[in-house]
């Protein structure tokens, strides 16, 4: 019995060069993928100082604004899904979600404020896929707390689409300065949440138009519409391909891809 346990003993410390074929080949395929982690991080390195770069460049875009580009963001992501496998694609936009705000956190600090009104908490899960764990993430009271936020700071304001208010109503009434720019959706694609800030009108991406109408009227334009929610004869509905310009007067609140 001795024998058998300095037997074994031996074996688990046998060094890694005297191991099977097997064992071989699997710390071979290890040693590469240190090899690929290593070119990976040099890789992302050298993303983020450019993207520091970005903030810098002499046409920048620079004013009241916050530091985001959905039409940027959608284009990149985009063109890494054509060109993905099947391998990859699932992976993509969580790893760029996190890579693109790894790059915004090198030009400035956005925080976001999160309202979830009446649901089960999944809107802070969605939150943080979309934009990534390198913001900073806070709790509103109410609505108009979120969308104050927005308005007066570096804040971007994530609103649940809840039937206990209807505060898309306030945004197209009483925050011009304020956009929708992307919609957080459930697994069957509907939006349940909207993202909120002070964008540039022309960088909103192109797609889903968002717009709040009285009467069931969603403004001009071509594309399939869906109302998500109405309030007292109001709606908020969301256009598929739609080609609506961002026009208050017409309704339009914002616009994602």
Not at 58 to 64: E, L, N, R, S, V
Not at 192 to 205: K, Q
């Amino acid at each position: 019995m001795l024998t058998n346990t300095r037997a074994l003993e031996a074996a688990q410390t046998t060094p890694a060069n005297d191991l099977t074929p097997e064992c071989l080949t699997l710390q071979a395929l290890r040693h590469e993928i240190d090899v690929l982690d290593d070119q990976m991080l040099e890789l992302l390195n050298r993303r983020l100082q450019i993207a520091r770069r970005v903030g810098k460049a002499k046409d920048a875009p620079h004013g009241p604004h916050l530091n985001l580009r959905p039409d940027r963001e959608a284009a990149v992501l985009d063109r890494l899904l054509e060109k993905a496998t099947d391998l990859t694609r699932p992976a993509v936009e969580p790893i760029w979600r996190e890579v693109i705000a790894a790059g915004l956190a090198q030009q400035g600090t956005i925080s976001v404020t999160l309202w979830r009104g009446v649901e089960d908490g999944r809107t802070w899960d969605r939150a943080r896929q979309r934009f990534g764990s390198q913001m900073t993430y806070l709790g509103a009271a109410n609505p108009k707390a979120a969308l104050d936020a927005a308005r007066i700071g570096d804040t971007v304001a994530v609103l649940n689409l809840s039937a206990d208010h209807a505060w898309w109503i306030d945004l197209a009434r009483d925050y011009p300065d304020l956009w929708v720019f992307e919609s957080l959706d459930d697994a069957r694609g509907t939006p349940v949440a909207l993202c909120v800030g002070r964008m540039d009108p022309e960088s909103l991406a192109q797609g889903r138009v968002f717009s709040v109408t009285a009467g069931g009227d969603a403004g001009e334009g071509q594309g399939r519409r869906r109302t998500l929610a109405s309030h007292h004869g109001w709606s908020l509905s969301v256009t598929e391909g739609g080609n609506q310009a961002m026009d208050r007067a017409h309704g339009v609140i914002g616009r994602c891809g």
